[in-house]
């Protein structure tokens, strides 16, 4: 995220009404800037800081409006500014991690049109592309799309057609990409050393990544009405991976996430997460949930389960992550399991079996399920043994 206001491109490079196939006022009126404020105790207030800015692209006459969502992950609150100075109030809709999109509902009238949208995959590398974020015509930049590839971020982001341009945006963060004709193809996201895959920096130099708009228009509804994508869940690991020697390690690892809870340390790759990422079980399941809270607000309890798929016999599946060392023992995580499932009965949600897997240095096993039954045993006796020891003398 880059925040400047007193500064303006080089003349030859700010596009021109008079050379353009669209209404280049209106669409910088379709521009607002973006301020969103996180609190200090937010979970990615250490690495994307509590005051965050960039720009916000106004999609309807609704006041719905399109930014990169990293902007208002947490957001409490969000204020938008309008070409001509108006401020309004907005709250976030959505934050799809999977795309990188973030939605925005503007709670007053932003007077500008919602721009025309297009297919980035019409759009041809070498193709002269316009750069606009918040800050009117000065901020406008002429550029060209120099790439489209695959981009993998180290925070387990991936997009398969990324759109890469040169010259660099300054004001990057949450700006619209768009084609000749004026209509969006992609949102700002980064900042990159490399615009062309291979070239090195001195003949390339910077430039800027954008997620595509395709892939948001089969998502958009979904998630202007509930929220999500609606889409299946991706596993998170809560890793950030880097590269060294050819060869991918963990970089950092997040604040109790999974791999810190599992033990991960920094530089572990190879003992541990490629057994876990690459096993072939992956390719047979389809993963619906991933560190998923629940709870059951009669009992008053509540808890995070890791993992639900369904197996390619359509059976719904509620699986437990669990690490061991080298020689340590394997055992029955049924009764946990047992729990989940009833916390998520009381939410509708329905499971057929139980499963745990098992990460150790160089390996990774899945256990035999645990049938339905078998759970809900267990979880039973766990239950009643438990508020057998709270109802005696001393139990805090």
Not at 75 to 98: C, I, N
Not at 254 to 277: E, F, R, S, T
Request: proline share 5%; net charge negative; hydrophobic share 40%.
């Amino acid at each position: 995220m880059s925040h400047y206001k007193d500064w303006s491109f080089p003349d030859v490079l700010v596009p021109k009404a008079k050379d353009l196939n669209f209404d280049l006022d209106a669409l910088l009126d379709s521009i607002v800037e973006l301020r969103a404020d996180v609190p200090e105790q937010a979970f990615t207030a250490n690495t994307l800081g509590t005051t965050r800015s960039g720009s916000g692209i106004v999609l309807d006459d609704r006041g719905t409006v399109l930014t990169i969502g990293y902007l208002i992950t947490e957001a409490q609150s969000v204020f938008l500014t309008t070409r001509s100075g108006q401020v309004v109030q907005a709250v976030p809709l959505a934050y799809d991690q999977a795309t990188g999109f973030g939605l925005l509902k503007a709670l007053g009238p932003l007077k500008a049109s919602g721009v025309r949208r297009a297919e980035s995959r019409l759009s041809e590398v070498g193709d002269t592309v316009y750069l606009l974020s918040h800050g009117g015509q000065t901020h406008a930049l002429t550029a060209r799309l120099a790439d489209k590839r695959p981009f993998a971020g180290y925070w387990e982001y991936l997009l398969e057609a990324a759109l890469f341009t040169t010259p660099p945006h300054p004001e990057w963060s949450g700006a619209g990409l768009f084609n000749s004709d004026g209509e969006l193809i992609g949102v700002g996201s980064l900042l990159v050393q490399q615009a062309i895959d291979g070239d090195p920096d001195d003949k390339s130099g910077q430039g800027n990544m954008f997620v595509p708009i395709d892939i948001l228009e089969p998502i958009l509804e979904s998630l202007m009405t509930t929220g999500q994508s609606g889409q299946p869940a991706r596993p998170w690991l809560g890793l950030y991976a880097a590269e060294d020697d050819n060869r991918v390690i963990v970089g950092g690892i997040a604040d109790k996430g999974p791999a810190m809870q599992a033990g991960l340390l920094q530089g572990d790759y190879d003992a541990w997460i490629q057994p876990l990422v690459t096993h072939e079980r992956w390719s047979a399941i389809n993963v619906i949930a991933s560190e998923r809270p629940t709870c059951c607000l009669r009992r008053k309890v509540a808890g995070t389960f890791d993992l639900a798929y369904i197996d390619e016999n359509g059976r719904r599946i509620l699986a437990d992550l669990k690490s061991l060392g080298e020689n340590g023992s394997t055992y029955s995580t049924a009764a946990q399991l047992g729990g989940y499932m009833a916390l998520e009965a009381t939410w509708g949600n329905a499971y057929d079996a139980g499963q745990t897997i098992w990460c150790r240095p160089g390996q990774t096993t899945f256990s035999p399920l645990y049938s339905l039954q078998e759970c809900r045993t267990a979880w039973a006796g766990a239950w009643a043994t438990f508020k057998a020891r709270a109802a005696e003398p001393g139990f805090i």
